[in-house]
């Protein structure tokens, strides 16, 4: 995760929560007084996150000691020690809605991930996120579902291309998008074209695409499609799969999943903090 952007926007967070001042706090807890607060996991599940922790509560107060017992990744039971922060009292009472925020969210990321991932029970195929994220929030949401043992896809609209329905309908064509862009892009950027049937899946392969989504199509149907696509160009499967239908895409032969559900869907772990 990308410290630096990481803690400036917790920044704003803490800025958004407390404002000129926690009025539950400062009025009753002197500075000096200090006490240790602990994590705890309410639920099972895997826990992501754990740096915002101390990068949270530092932003509050130097003399702040966090001692994390879990690591990113790794699976938590109902009533496990997660972490331990000792500081004031009142700067651990300010900062514990955003730092459990952000916890609770990625953790539950994270778990759904993990889920997915041995749903599919397919080495061979990699299960990735989407844009779908929370705005403000898609380093956080992004970086839980690798926590969870998936990957990230493109982190916006910047950093790869994905020509649509849209973008390819204006275009008047799959070549002319991609022509238009290889004339343009630098050799980093990769391509990738979607598709919805046989014929615009030779189009992108005719056009030089890097990578090639089918899009909302069954497993029987995606296997077909990959039999016609060079094993150098990068096969994906997108749209309306879900944890429910996601085991019968096991061997469709593609390289990637990517599942909207796991940043949009994902119910927040349940974690709480004690003094």
Same mark, same amino acid.
């Given at each position: 995760?990308?410290?630096?952007?990481?803690?400036?926007?917790?920044?704003?967070?803490?800025?958004?929560?407390?404002?000129?001042?926690?009025?539950?706090?400062?009025?009753?807890?002197?500075?000096?007084?200090?006490?240790?607060?602990?994590?705890?996991?309410?639920?099972?599940?895997?826990?992501?996150?754990?740096?915002?922790?101390? /990068?949270? @509560?530092?932003?509050?107060?130097?003399?702040?000691?966090?001692? %994390?017992?879990? &690591?990113? #990744?790794?699976? +938590?039971?109902?009533?496990?020690?997660?972490?331990?922060?000792?500081?004031?009292?009142?700067?651990?009472?300010?900062?514990?809605?955003?730092?459990?925020?952000?916890?609770?969210?990625?953790?539950?990321?994270?778990?759904?991930?993990?889920?997915?991932?041995?749903?599919?029970?397919?080495?061979?195929?990699?299960?990735?996120?989407?844009?779908?994220?929370?705005?403000?929030?898609?380093?956080?949401?992004?970086?839980?579902?690798?926590?969870?043992?998936?990957?990230?896809?493109?982190?916006?609209?910047?950093?790869?291309?994905?020509?649509?329905?849209?973008? /390819?309908? @204006?275009?008047?064509?799959?070549?002319?998008?991609?022509?238009? %862009?290889?004339? &343009?892009? #630098?050799?980093? +950027?990769?391509?990738?074209?979607?598709?919805?049937?046989?014929?615009?899946?030779?189009?992108?392969?005719?056009?030089?695409?890097?990578?090639?989504?089918?899009?909302?199509?069954?497993?029987?149907?995606?296997?077909?499609?990959?039999?016609?696509?060079?094993?150098?160009?990068?096969?994906?499967?997108?749209?309306?799969?879900?944890?429910?239908?996601?085991?019968?895409?096991?061997?469709?032969?593609?390289?990637?999943?990517?599942?909207?559900?796991?940043?949009?869907?994902?119910?927040?772990?349940?974690?709480?903090?004690?003094?």
């Amino acid at each position: 995760m990308n410290t630096l952007k990481a803690k400036k926007m917790i920044e704003q967070f803490l800025l958004e929560d407390i404002g000129e001042g926690d009025l539950s706090s400062i009025h009753i807890f002197p500075m000096h007084e200090r006490t240790t607060g602990k994590v705890l996991a309410k639920a099972d599940g895997v826990i992501a996150g754990t740096e915002l922790i101390e /990068i949270t @509560y530092k932003l509050l107060h130097d003399d702040i000691k966090v001692t %994390l017992h879990v &690591k990113d #990744g790794e699976s +938590v039971q109902a009533g496990q020690l997660i972490a331990e922060v000792e500081g004031p009292v009142q700067v651990l009472l300010s900062g514990e809605r955003v730092m459990l925020n952000l916890l609770q969210r990625m953790s539950g990321i994270a778990t759904l991930t993990s889920k997915a991932v041995e749903t599919l029970n397919d080495e061979k195929i990699k299960l990735v996120d989407t844009r779908k994220t929370m705005p403000g929030l898609r380093l956080f949401d992004k970086y839980a579902v690798t926590c969870g043992g998936g990957a990230n896809h493109r982190f916006g609209l910047y950093d790869a291309v994905m020509l649509k329905d849209n973008h /390819i309908a @204006y275009a008047g064509s799959i070549k002319n998008a991609v022509d238009s %862009l290889r004339n &343009k892009l #630098g050799h980093m +950027v990769k391509i990738e074209v979607e598709t919805e049937n046989k014929d615009q899946v030779l189009q992108a392969i005719e056009a030089g695409a890097d990578v090639i989504m089918f899009d909302n199509r069954t497993p029987d149907e995606i296997k077909e499609f990959v039999k016609l696509v060079p094993e150098t160009i990068v096969t994906e499967a997108s749209g309306g799969i879900t944890l429910d239908n996601l085991a019968s895409f096991q061997n469709c032969g593609v390289n990637v999943i990517s599942l909207g559900c796991l940043t949009h869907s994902a119910k927040a772990l349940d974690i709480s903090f004690y003094l």
